[in-house]
């Protein structure tokens, strides 16, 4: 297969993005078995009518119960992070025997989701929103430094370091030269210095992002390894002073170059593995590859819905997240069409497969 180009799909706007994080940040506090069902809005009534046709156990008939009844009430009242609701999505579970639901209405399109798992699915919001990402901004000249780790909207860890640098220096000749060699050796100790901190923060980062006025980000970049390189990203008109509502866009913006590539990757990754006999790509084998655990990547379509694979597609989506199995969800008309997956998924496997 020749190589596929990510169409742009357009951001989610800053306030949504605030909104959606808090609102998975509050979800991912449930530690217990959860229903999580995403839906297009318009789509209620088909979604109850699927909820009553799938046999659960006890309980988790119990929470569908209430989902239902949930459904019919944002039929008339939808609530949403967004101007407009393109899909409401809602968790329900058991406390103390109580079911407990919460929902949310977002203006992204995400895919049609019934599942039952330990903990509530979010995976596809973690994709338009990365909210399971950290991200560490980098914001400095050559006297000081501001870092911050971003978890989501979140900022969960913040450092600050500078040094009393001397702009100039009176005398001429060979004096100046000296100051001006001295001042630059202490900038460079500086930014060790910054470089160390950076790192002791990282940990688990999926970007640095770099910022700030004058020459000092790209001097500073020069000092970083390898590792911090790969990672690290140009901010342009990123400063000390600058508003946190425009970082958060900045921050939103490279977030989406970053999925872009990583979902690249993955599609790079199974053209790679055909040959090898790694790949799977009908449905009823990939079905029978699920239940033996054999899947590592699940690649679906983000508008399997509207197909006549929707029903057992949700089955594999289960399965899938219940054997550990990853899901990538593809939302790019260009590879959708490419890879022609509109009614089928294609599936990376951990071994072959007779």
Same mark, same amino acid.
């Given at each position: 297969?020749?190589?596929?180009?990510?169409?742009?799909?357009?951001?989610?706007?800053?306030?949504?993005?605030?909104?959606?994080?808090?609102?998975?940040?509050?979800?991912?506090?449930?530690?217990?078995?959860?229903?999580?069902?995403?839906?297009?809005?318009?789509?209620?009534?088909?979604?109850?009518?699927?909820?009553?046709?799938?046999?659960?156990?006890?309980?988790?008939?119990?929470?569908?119960? =209430?989902?239902?009844?949930?459904?019919?009430?944002?039929?008339?009242?939808?609530?949403?992070?967004?101007?407009?609701?393109?899909? &409401?999505?809602?968790?329900?579970?058991?406390?103390?025997?109580?079911?407990?639901?919460?929902?949310?209405?977002?203006?992204?399109? &995400?895919?049609?989701?019934?599942?039952?798992?330990?903990?509530?699915?979010?995976?596809?919001?973690?994709?338009?929103?990365?909210?399971?990402?950290?991200?560490?901004?980098?914001?400095?000249?050559?006297?000081?430094?501001?870092?911050? =780790?971003?978890?989501?909207?979140?900022?969960?860890?913040?450092?600050?370091?500078?040094?009393?640098?001397?702009?100039?220096?009176?005398?001429?000749?060979?004096?100046?030269?000296?100051?001006?060699?001295?001042?630059?050796?202490?900038?460079?100790?500086?930014?060790?210095?910054?470089?160390?901190?950076?790192? =002791?923060?990282?940990?688990?980062?999926?970007?640095?992002?770099?910022?700030?006025?004058?020459?000092?980000?790209?001097?500073?970049?020069?000092?970083?390894?390898?590792?911090?390189?790969?990672?690290?990203?140009?901010?342009?008109?990123?400063?000390?002073?600058?508003?946190?509502?425009?970082?958060?866009?900045?921050i939103i913006r490279h977030l989406y170059q970053h999925r872009r590539k990583y979902v690249v990757g993955i599609i790079e990754?199974?053209?790679?593995?055909?040959?090898?006999?790694?790949?799977?790509?009908?449905?009823?084998?990939?079905?029978?590859a699920l239940e033996i655990g054999a899947v590592d990547t699940l690649i679906v379509s983000a508008d399997y819905h509207t197909?006549?694979?929707?029903?057992?597609?949700?089955?594999? &989506?289960?399965?899938?997240?219940?054997?550990?199995?990853?899901?990538?969800?593809?939302?790019?008309?260009?590879?959708?069409?490419? &890879?022609?997956?509109?009614?089928?998924?294609?599936?990376?496997?951990?071994?072959?497969?007779?």
């Amino acid at each position: 297969m020749s190589r596929v180009k990510i169409q742009e799909h357009s951001e989610i706007s800053s306030a949504e993005w605030l909104s959606v994080n808090q609102f998975l940040y509050e979800v991912k506090q449930i530690d217990s078995a959860c229903i999580s069902v995403y839906y297009p809005y318009g789509k209620g009534q088909e979604t109850i009518s699927l909820l009553q046709k799938t046999k659960r156990k006890e309980s988790f008939e119990k929470i569908e119960l =209430k989902i239902e009844k949930r459904i019919m009430e944002l039929k008339k009242s939808p609530s949403s992070a967004g101007k407009f609701v393109k899909t &409401l999505c809602i968790f329900g579970w058991i406390i103390n025997g109580k079911v407990i639901t919460k929902e949310i209405g977002t203006s992204k399109k &995400l895919p049609y989701i019934y599942m039952a798992s330990k903990r509530p699915y979010i995976k596809p919001f973690r994709d338009i929103l990365k909210t399971n990402y950290d991200v560490l901004l980098v914001t400095l000249d050559q006297k000081s430094a501001r870092i911050q =780790k971003f978890h989501g909207s979140q900022i969960v860890q913040e450092d600050r370091l500078k040094i009393d640098l001397r702009a100039r220096h009176r005398k001429g000749g060979q004096s100046q030269k000296r100051f001006l060699r001295a001042r630059q050796i202490k900038i460079h100790v500086f930014f060790k210095k910054v470089v160390n901190r950076v790192k =002791k923060m990282d940990s688990n980062s999926k970007l640095i992002l770099l910022g700030g006025i004058g020459p000092a980000k790209k001097e500073f970049y020069g000092e970083l390894d390898s590792e911090l390189v790969k990672k690290c990203r140009f901010v342009e008109n990123l400063s000390f002073s600058t508003p946190i509502s425009d970082v958060h866009k900045k921050i939103i913006r490279h977030l989406y170059q970053h999925r872009r590539k990583y979902v690249v990757g993955i599609i790079e990754k199974y053209e790679n593995l055909v040959k090898e006999g790694l790949t799977a790509k009908r449905n009823n084998v990939i079905y029978k590859a699920l239940e033996i655990g054999a899947v590592d990547t699940l690649i679906v379509s983000a508008d399997y819905h509207t197909n006549s694979q929707f029903k057992k597609i949700m089955k594999m &989506l289960e399965i899938a997240k219940n054997t550990s199995a990853d899901i990538e969800f593809v939302a790019s008309p260009k590879i959708i069409k490419k &890879l022609e997956i509109h009614d089928s998924v294609l599936a990376i496997l951990r071994y072959r497969i007779k």
